[in-house]
Every structure is written in C-alpha cells, then in structure tokens.
C-alpha cells in the first residue's frame, strides 16, 4: 500500500519561505511523476507544481513560477515543494499526489493522480 505523508507547512509572513516535504512509502516512488496540489475555500483544487519521474521535466502553475521549485529525491522517497517569496494568495492546503502511470509523462487532472496526501496548511499573512 502506497502512503504520502507531507510535512513542512505553517503560518508566515509574506515574502517569507518554506519547502514541503512528502515521504511515500512503496517501493515503485521512482517510477512516478509527482505532484503537489493546493486547494482553498471556494476553489477548485489547482495543480502548483509537478516532476517527472527521472526529474527531466517540471510544470508550475503560472501564479507560481519563479518563486516555487519541485524536487525530488528517488533515493529517499521524497518529494519536495520550496517556496519562496510567499504572497497571502498562496494560502492555501497543500497536496502531494502521485500519478496512477508509472513511465509517464507529466499531466495536470487530478484525476489522472491515484494516491494522496493528508495535506499541510501553508497560512501567509500580509
């Protein structure tokens, strides 16, 4: 059974940083693209941010380029999100998810994503 577990998430002022951490449990991580999601009250649950599975390509959301990066690391089964210059707008519970296709490319529908985080508020006050 696969499991994501995110950590890293709290409350800051703007302009301030954080990254997110999501561990997944499962011998297959590498085989994976990632991604995180946010969602907040009265939105649609968007994709910020996603990896593909050798980390050859990236995708951000464009309210975010420049100022968050995705990364991860096969070796500890870890995704991670840094986020810089953060602005109250990016308020939001975020989520890491993994992709339902091993060897695949990059995609945006949540739907194409099978397995999800707990999620890890991120507050940013003005």
């Known amino acids: 059974q696969v499991q994501l577990v995110e950590s890293g998430g709290g409350l800051l002022q703007a302009g301030g940083s954080l990254r997110l951490s999501c561990a997944v449990s499962g011998r297959t991580f590498s085989t994976y693209p990632m991604a995180w999601f946010r969602r907040t009250p009265g939105k649609e649950r968007e994709i910020v941010a996603a990896?593909?599975?050798?980390?050859?390509?990236?995708y951000y959301v464009d309210s975010v380029k420049g100022r968050f990066t995705i990364s991860r690391d096969n070796a500890k089964n870890t995704v991670y999100l840094q986020m810089n210059s953060l602005k109250p707008e990016d308020t939001a519970v975020y989520y890491c998810a993994k992709r339902k296709t091993s060897y695949s490319g990059i995609v945006f529908s949540a739907r194409e994503y099978d397995y999800w985080g707990q999620g890890t508020q991120v507050t940013v006050s003005s």
């Open positions: 990896v593909s599975w050798r980390s050859t390509t990236t």
